[in-house]
């Protein structure tokens, strides 16, 4: 199952556009399932904020491999978790962690460069590729570049930089691209066109519609922490309105129904 799971996910890259939306619990996974999402990936600031963890690689892997194995062991799509850099500056210990996703049945992780040289989440990759050689298994492995998400260089420069680490990606051995915060057009359409991997989106205030991306080249667009970041605003709107009125308004989903995505 794990592999045929892997299969499936790689080929949703390579044509169309897959709408990627992010869980960050085993219920939340399993209502996007039920949605008709045809594969699920986990928002690695949504999980955190679920643990009790603050966003940015401070959560621990043992941990990360828990929630995951909840989450596989429930849903039938593909399951790909974002572990962000990988809890850890070794690269043996992210291949470790790796190996571990893929035996509860995860078959894609994003890997991310932040801040850090791009030479590090190379020798990242690399590693989770090694780990899993000879084992049977294999991960979907989302390069993740956060040139544009944390401004890495001057504006004039992104599309060149992200292309130069395209390179040592690939190279290394990555399946995916992931460019969180690229909303240009022309520039999106640059650098699908200079990759061989497929490249991946974040839902952005300011990105173009699907329809557009999908002829740009995109081949993943991810909600990201979108979804939860909403949830925990209604759920603060809500939790105010109770303890200020002693009130909730609005319709709950029903008690039945939620009960059926456990069942």
Known sequence: MVQTNFHSFRAMHQTGLLRLPNAWDVGSALLMERLGARAIATTSAGVAWAAGYADGNRMPADLVVV???????????????????????????VGHLAVRLAEVGVVGVN?????????????????VKTALAGTGLDVFVNARTDVYLAGLVDPSRRVAE??????????????????????ALTEIRQVAQASNLPLNVLSWDGLPAPEELEAAGVRRLSAGSGISARV????????????????????PKPYGDMQKLFI
């Open 67 to 93: 929630i995951a194995d909840a989450i596989a062991r429930l849903v039938k799509v593909p399951l790909s978790v974002d572990i962000e850099g990988g809890y850890s500056a070794e690269p043996r210990d």
């Open 111 to 127: 890997l991310e460069d932040a801040s850090e040289p791009p030479e590090l989440l190379a020798r990242k990759i690399e590693a």
């Open 162 to 183: 992200v292309l130069n680490r395209v390179k040592v990606y690939e190279e290394a051995g990555a399946d995916g691209l992931f460019v969180p915060a690229i909303l």
């Open 232 to 251: 925990w605003t209604q759920a603060e709107t809500l939790a105010r309105q109770f303890l200020d009125v002693g009130e909730l308004t609005g319709t």
